[in-house]
């Protein structure tokens, strides 16, 4: 499933370390994958148009209005005539400037911004809500294919969406697809749904959402968030899971440089929790960025590597629902993920 809508999202840049370096989040990524996915035979699916109500099944009402509105306020509060031609947050309204006073809606619009978004990496631009909205409706097609008997769809979706909260977005994440995904199975009657996340980077919006849940089990393998990677704080192996969702959560950190020979067999202890879970259906979170040679990859994992990764998952038999997360090296984008997704088919 594809939308060429998904190409309008044009951050331009990140703003890391307080400096302006340029994006690796392009819309080059959808062009790569889907032309190469066409050499691999795969049939491309046009996304269908979905309605905005649903989202709120996942994200607050007020997250969905500020993508969808930030942009043109940018644009009528004349910050691009000051230079600043993306949105980017500059003041983070945190638990140690309120000190328990209640939060209150900043009145500019360059102050309500970090009221949303957690770093400074994640820029909103003219054509991003327009890509955000189509990423989630490439989702919710697969889901459809899915649910009218299909045993794995693929979703294309970018800007991808993994970092995403509820209430917030970061990490180059807005909107999450993944828990869309997951949520959207349990709507339609599938009991128990797991969300295997093999992105380079922890899925912490996934966690965040699903985390007191006991229907949504969540596995991410990642680096190791202790050892100075995104996104630092969260991550861990001991997040398990809070209250009802106690034990729906599993985590697998990797130290920085890690190959097949680690990365195999921790996600082969997901696909052995999401048995052990009993779920009836699958999300699988494909991050490519993981590979040895993506210029943001921290692990070394080789295309044979996410070949027989999928081989696992696919082992688990149930209908699966594949969204796009992280990949950055063009030249190898497209193989990455046509082998995950070639090992899926075969498994």
Known sequence: MVDPLCAEHDPQAEIWLGMRTPASEVADRVTVIESTLREFGHEVVPAREFDDIWLSRVHSAELVEHLATVWDRWVQGRYPDLGAQRVVPYLFPSAELLHGLPARRATAVHAQVGTFCYDTMTLVGPGSWRAIRAATHATRTAVDLVVAGAPCAYALTRPPGHHATRSAYGGSCYLNNAAIAAQALRDADFAKVAVVDIDAHHGNGTQAIFYERPDVFTASVHVDPGAGWFPHHVGFVSEAGR??????????PLAPGSGDGAWLPSVERAAA?????????LVIALGVDAAVDDPESPLQVTVEGYRRAGNVLAALGLPTVVVQEGGYHLPTLGRLVGSALEGLGSG
Do not use: E, R, S, Y
């Open 273 to 281: 929790a999401v048995t052990v879970f009993g779920a009836t259906a």
């Open 243 to 252: 209250d009802a969702g106690h034990g729906a959560n599993l985590n697998q």
